[in-house]
């Protein structure tokens, strides 16, 4: 299983969607750009997110908060004591460091050396801000985007006005001092999230924590995860989070174990209560109808725009052998299929020549490819056979191609080819854009 891990390593790169990052500088501690695709295929999985949350609920609203914010916020949050630390244990021999609950002996990984006693670290990323390096310029980059949704709690609620329950959505970086990077983007030092706040009455939470925990199952099952990849896992009492009343993690099936990508959890009042008693500014929610005053207990679903990405990938990634390319010399090879689902996919629509020695053929493609462009992401190509061509849109899930051949001169048709049923149809070069929207169910 390790082995398809190395299979998506070298896709990833191979074909633009991510880079080591610094590499011509020798990498730099788990960092990773997203590629030319793989811009496209997280901009794709935020905006499914986005949509799911704020276009399809008239009671979520949006925010994009300050990754750089006030320290004090971090020290309400009790993110710069013990409860936002892990455990690290260091080798005496060769001073490697690691995190104590990834051992699976006790001595050094790397060396196997004797290891130190495990000692707390905090994971907050500190920075400085202006230009003097002391004390009084110093805070942190975020560790979750979710506390600036509790600054704005106030201003949220009065310029929108709201009334309980309702949600604010935020999708930006979080940063955080992981000891041990590993498994590829899937556990990095700086991330994505995309988070949820769902502001409710005490009364109701529970009954929020269910209806919320099944949505997010439903979002990565409507967006093609397989439903054997994907399950629930309750957070025992003892492994909390600090601010956690209860939690839930979504886990998806990685070829290194079940791993979470997400977390649903109950935080009580711990955030908003907090908040008040260091500013002094009162956030409890007043009911003007019940007049009742209390603090609003919330409701988090939490996820990783880089943990969706790796899963998106890995239940897309599929080996057939052979059969789909007609040409005896392809029909030996392995041919790699990302079946994504559409609304993730980096290109919607490649546009191809049948051949590119006939210039009335390129001309004929090149005119098609600038009239639908306006509407999906597309890409033109006529390199290579066509068969080819078909196997590289196949490998990084393009769902459709056209092509223009001999025909398309006389009739003003060209073949619409399906990634995953590979039949091809003809459609009519004026019916085309309308015939890919409705199959891509865009408007
Ligand atoms: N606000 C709650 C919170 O941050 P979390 O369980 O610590 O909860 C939520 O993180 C999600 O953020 C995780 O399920 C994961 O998808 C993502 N995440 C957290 N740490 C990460 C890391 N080091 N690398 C990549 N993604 C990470």
Known sequence: M???MQKIISLAKRRGFVFPSSEIYGGFGSSYDFGPLGVEMKNNIKKAWWDEMIKNHENIVGLDAAILMNPKVWQASGHLTAGFADELVECKKCHHRFRKDFLEKGECPDCGGELTSPQKFNLMMKTFVGSVEDKASETYLRAETCQGIYMNFENVLDSMRLKIPFGIAQIGKSFRNEITTKDFIYRVREFEQMEMQWFCHPKE????????????????????????????????????????????????????????????????????????????????????????????????TSAGVDRSFLT???????????????????????????????KIAPIKV??????????????????????????????????????????????????????????????????????????????????????????????
Not at 246 to 267: C, M, Q, S, T
């Open 2 to 4: 390790q082995d398809l």
């Open 205 to 300: 939470a529970d009954k929020f924590f269910d209806h919320w925990k099944s949505e997010r199952m439903k979002w990565y099952l409507n967006l093609g995860i397989r439903k054997e990849n994907i399950r629930f896992k309750e957070v025992p009492k003892e492994e909390l989070a600090h601010y956690a009343k209860r939690a839930v993690d979504l886990e998806y099936n990685f070829p290194f174990g079940w791993k979470e990508i997400e977390g649903i959890h109950n935080r009580g009042d711990w955030d908003l209560s907090n908040h008040s008693k260091h500013s002094g500014q009162d956030l409890k929610y007043f009911d003007d109808e019940t007049k009742e005053k209390y603090y609003p207990h919330i409701i988090e």
């Open 312 to 342: 998106f990938l890995i239940d897309a990634y599929q080996e057939i052998e052979g059969a789909r390319t007609k040409t005896t010399k392809a029909a030996k090879e392995v041919e790699i299929v990302l079946k994504l689902d559409k």
């Open 350 to 443: 490649a546009v191809f020549p049948l051949v590119k020695n006939k210039p009335e053929l390129v001309k004929k493609s090149k005119e098609i490819f600038e009239l639908i462009k306006p509407y999906f992401m597309c890409l033109y190509d006529e390199a290579d056979s066509i068969g080819r061509r078909y196997r590289r849109q196949d490998e990084i899930g393009t769902p459709f191609a056209v092509t223009c051949d001999f025909e398309t001169l006389e009739k003003e048709d060209v073949t619409l080819r399906d990634r995953d049923t590979m039949k091809q149809e003809r459609v009519k070069i004026k019916d085309l854009a309308e015939t890919i929207k409705n199959k891509l169910n865009v408007s």
